[in-house]
């Protein structure tokens, strides 16, 4: 059997449908827009009749829309705008458009009314094409929502629908429909829109929520429903009318609870918001039963349980029949729905099957999702004829579900079924219904899916035994490889059993067949145990293989009934075993065999479990090994290639040693934990530690060491256990001084006519002095370029040799040491002697007002002065800019410094200033200093 597996290993699953994950949202939103707008429109809101490939859902379509906006471009923005409209949004119809399938604005030639419900506005035209059949039928439509309003809000306690009044929109004309209840729209979509009864357009995001996954809406209804298809109804004990009044109920409960689903979340998945709303739908309005057509006749999906149960594409209506799945889990957990929008409320990305697990997990009964859908597929067995009053309420009106395999005689083997496309093999949250119908009371039935299952995916094997007009539910406890057996031993009529697939991790399913391996036999007997097991550490390893030896099963003889040997290992006695590998026995007395451990010097205990091919094992008596512990005792491979030589451009006392790695550091056996460094002043020894450099390094610098002197070295690579490996012995290295640290934040400023230099000396020991060197081009590039300004150990320095104000100056600062090394140049420093400025007025003080502000400037070049004169108070009364080339502005001494400038006692606004003391300023600077000068002038009137 396992043979067989191996072998189907091999073997490539193909999927039916590929979905490009390449596809962005626009090419889908426009690519749903051109099926929208081609005629025949096959169920664009809730899906009528047909699985039409040119259908699309269209609450849906407006959900994606809204969610994607911003990520449209401007073209298909306005290309859809249309549908977007609110009926009475008569300001933005747009011409040529009114009448066409895309526009849903009132005709204006008509107008529209309103009428009110406590919860609801119900707005429709009062005249042409949109016009509803009569009030009555209006009021008929606002019962719906009322009703839909108490069961989902007043009784389950749903959140409703947010208010959308008071929004600061471009809508004037109504207010978003003119007050706090929530808005209905009649529009005749039916003819425009074939096969749809209406929709729920989600808009903005509520007044005073921070999440922007919450939106308010609005619903749009067909305004008579005579173009629709006749809802689906056999129950004789309820109301049989097949009338456009109960399509219209239908609606309003299915678009009012995606209102709801919009309260708490947005971007639950497309599939799990209709399959709820049809939920709600047999929740409002019992007795209409439409949503039993989704599981029946042309949408079959009673005959395709196979189909995972999110399935969901543009062009079928699998996602309407998973409705089934909902309505089963508030029967067996009733308000699961209610906790599962509040937990998808809190995150912008729900994961449905995430959130229900969490929630089933927390219900009295401590259920999971895996369970649940286990469960949940027992239920669909009794469906159709098989109903028997105890699961659906409404079972016996849907369809028989459909049995992928029926036998009645025996197998002599497990049989793995067909793989291939065509192949109804159930996928992600899928399910096949395998019939034994061989009556007796001995049967082992046995699944097993790990060759062919994911890792993060488990089967479920759910088993209904009837005798008589007696169910019994049982289920098949699978191991972690998701294989397993039971045996039936009380009589029976017929079994049926049921491989399902659970997973969690996937973000949505594709039609992937999975197979697997499933068996009816009469074989129950299990085979002997084995005996005299013994486990023992394999010596010369790196501790991650155990020995095991033991004496063959007595049923173990060529041909015999041992299929497999599975060895069961755990880390404490009597508890924990798991599956850790298999031997496919070959008739010998004695076994031999070494199974990998996940970590050495560790206990661990060992079975060793006789199983035939129908996982037949007894476990009474079986022998557990005394603890046993894999031990290291194996050195990693060697350093190699070791080197040592002095530390470049550093100032002695370093040397660096490099090597290349064991081959087991991060190789092999992943075995080396550390390297250890020796070190010798002498060839012949003794080596003693100088560091250690962890796993994955390959140098190590030596430091503090004496310089010119001879230093050997060696490299260990160790395990930690301790097993250990040395490199050859390097050749001698010495570390030298080849390196002084330049002078740091050198500084050149200009003050006056003399440039201040600064700096700070290297703290190095062997710091010898410093040259400064100047240059008028250039930074000087060593001690000889330029004009050397100072040599010594000083930190600060005046430079007033030959300065010219004005000019600029380049310094370079270079250090020594004792060994003669020349450090790198500092030389990020220049400046200009700084402008010189002296200032003074007269007369002082004034008695008519004017007077002559006289002020010496030594270089005038690339310099700005400006004057300032301010009150006593710091009020500014005169700015001057540009003095220099001010009209008030002489040089009485041609081709001298000296400057003056006469005020003439006017303020900035031309006007005689009052007397009293006043300040100036003259402030003067260039691209490198600034020098200002101030005075007092007295003015007495």
Known sequence: MKRLFYLLLLIIILPLITVSANENVESEILKEWRILNSKPQLSPGKKISGTSKNSVEMSMFLNKVNKNWNKLSSSTQNLIKPILLRPTDLLYLIPGQQGTNINVVYDPNF?????????????????????????????????????SYAIGVTNKGFTPPPDDFNFTTQRSADNNGGDSRYDVYLKDIGTNFIGTFGWTQPEGIPNNQSKDYVRYSFIVMDNDYATAATPYNADPQYDTTQSPENFARITASHEFFHAIQYSYNQNVDDWFLEASAIWFEDQVFPYINDYIRYLKGDFRWFSLPEIPLDFDTTSNTHKYGSGIWPIFLEKKFSGILKNFFEDAGATSAPNVFNILDTRLRAVPNNSSLSSAFSKFTVWNYFTGKNDDGAHYPDGALYDTLYIYNTTSDYMPDPRVTPIGINEKLPGYLGSNYLIFTKSGSNLRIVLNGSEFTPVNLSWNASVIIKSGATYTETTIVLDAQNAGGINITSPYDTVILIPSIYETAHAKSDLT??????????????????????????????????????????????????????????????????????VIPNGSALYSTTNTVPANKTNYYYKIRARDKWYNYNTAGEIESLPVMAIDDKPPGPPTNAKASDTPLDEGGSINVTWNKSADDGNGAFDVAKYTIFRAANLAGPFQTAGVASQGKTIFYDTPVINNTDYWYYVVAEDGNPNYSTSNVTDSAQARDDFTPPPTDFKAVGIDDRISLSWKNPTVPDFVKVFIRRKNESHPVNKTDGTGVYEGIDST??????????????????????????????????????????????????????TTIRYQLENTSGIEATLYIFDIAGELVLKIDNILYNSNNTQPIAGTPVYDYSWDGNNGKGRQVASGVYIFIIEAKDSISKKDRTGKIAVIK
């Open 797 to 850: 320095l005046a430079d007033n040799n030959s300065i010219t104000v004005g000019q600029t100056y380049y310094y370079s600062a270079i250090s020594y040491d004792t060994a003669g090394n020349e450090s790198s140049l500092d030389d990020g420093s220049r400046a200009q002697a700084a402008i010189t400025l002296k200032a003074f007025n007269y007369p002082n003080p004034t008695f008519s007002g004017q």
């Open 513 to 582: 067949r999975l197979p697997y391996e499933y068996g009816f036999s009469s074989d129950t007997v299990a085979p002997s145990i084995i005996s005299a097991l013994a486990a023992s550490d394999v010596p010369l390893d790196q501790g991650y293989t155990i020995a095991l030896k033991w004496s063959a099963s007595p049923d173990d003889t060529t041909g015999g009934s041992i299929d497999s040997y599975d060895i069961l290992r755990s880390t404490s006695s009597g508890t924990g075993f798991s599956l850790a590998a298999s």
């Open 111 to 147: 107008g529209y009314e309103y009428y009110d419900t406590t919860n609801f506005r119900i707005y429709y035209a009062k005249g042409g094409k949109d016009a509803p059949p009569s009030l009555d039928f209006v009021k008929i439509i606002a019962g719906a929502f009322e009703s």
